[in-house]
């Protein structure tokens, strides 16, 4: 199997949201076949890691899901899962705290 390690930057923007987030997350990541896991510097500015899995739908959208650690400050438990929905660099992700937000972003990998 055939492994991409990339390193990475996504810029976001938190819609609905009453809390101030940080915004510019870099990133390390690995993807094997449609398993993908790294590391990123989060919305509370706290290094999460992931691991997951990346199922494509139609050309350039395709959906991530999986576990995620690091947002300890929201009262969450340890890890939580998490949801992505991807088309070309662009990406949409729910939060799971006690706003009912959405996270807008893009973000570009070196190489890419």
Do not use: W
């Not at 739908?57 to 899962?81: A, C, M, Q, R, S």
């Not at 706003?99 to 893009?106: E, L, P, Q, R």
């Amino acid at each position: 199997m055939f492994c991409n390690y990339l390193i990475g930057l996504a810029l976001s923007v938190h819609i609905n949201s009453t809390k101030n987030f940080n915004e510019i997350h870099p990133q390390g990541r690995m993807e094997c076949g449609n398993y993908v896991s790294g590391i990123y510097l989060n919305s509370l500015e706290k290094p999460s890691i992931y691991a997951g899995f990346k199922n494509k739908f139609y050309n350039d959208l395709h959906v991530e899901y999986g576990i995620v650690d690091g947002y300890y400050g929201l009262g969450k438990k340890d890890v939580v899962p998490f949801l992505k929905l991807n088309y070309k660099n662009y990406f949409l992700t729910p939060t799971f705290d006690d706003d009912i937000a959405i996270v807008i972003g893009v973000e570009y990998f070196l190489g890419d």
